[in-house]
């Protein structure tokens, strides 16, 4: 009996810890936007992440969790377009708008001006953002923290979780 009570303690224990310790993905999004309406998504921008590796674990990750929600992923005249950006040892303080945009998209990114403000995330956080290429506004934001590390192999399992965890509940309901 000794025995299961401490078991069943070190089980708890070990619970706490490790829930503790576990990423934390949240989202936000623009409750007025229809996403039923959404059926076809672009990169708008490739993301440079610290380790050039992670670049293209990050697109893989994001297009397969789209394409599982029934999104297509096309070159061009997409319904929405995606940038991820993210930083394993530094701390993030980058937050781009991306306003005034003429018709059509260019190779490189977007045509238009792009406002930079100074926002602080904590070091290994990836954010997503999803633009509707129409309004070129921020329809929905993923937010994942503790997503990198300077451990190279722990960072495929992790980034793979964040982004699942990030779009668990995508698309969002209208209200």
């Known amino acids: 009996m000794r025995t299961l ?3 069943l303690g070190l089980s708890l224990l070990l619970l706490v810890t490790v829930s503790v310790a576990a990423q934390k993905a949240t989202t936000d ?3 007025g936007i229809n996403f039923s309406e959404y059926k076809t998504f672009m990169w708008v921008q490739q993301p440079h992440m610290e380790n050039p590796a992670m670049d293209k674990r990050v697109t893989d990750d994001i297009n397969k969790e789209l394409a599982h929600k029934g999104w297509r992923l096309v070159n061009d005249n997409a319904d929405v377009g995606v940038v991820a950006h ?3 040892d530094k701390e993030m303080t980058i937050e781009r708008f991306y306003v005034g945009f003429p018709e059509g998209w260019q190779w490189q990114g977007w045509e238009g001006t792009t406002i930079t403000k100074v926002t602080t995330y904590p070091v290994g ?3 997503v953002d999803l633009f509707d290429t129409k309004t070129k506004h921020v329809v929905w934001r993923g937010f994942a923290n503790d997503t990198f590390s300077e451990k190279a192999k722990k960072n495929e399992k992790r980034l793979e979780e964040a982004i699942e965890d990030m779009f668990s509940h995508f698309p ?3 209200k």
Do not use: E, Q, R, Y
């Open 29 to 31: 999004w623009d409750h």
């Open 125 to 127: 956080t990836l954010v």
């Open 86 to 88: 993210g930083s394993a």
């Open 172 to 174: 969002p309901k209208s």
């Open 5 to 7: 009570k401490i078991a």
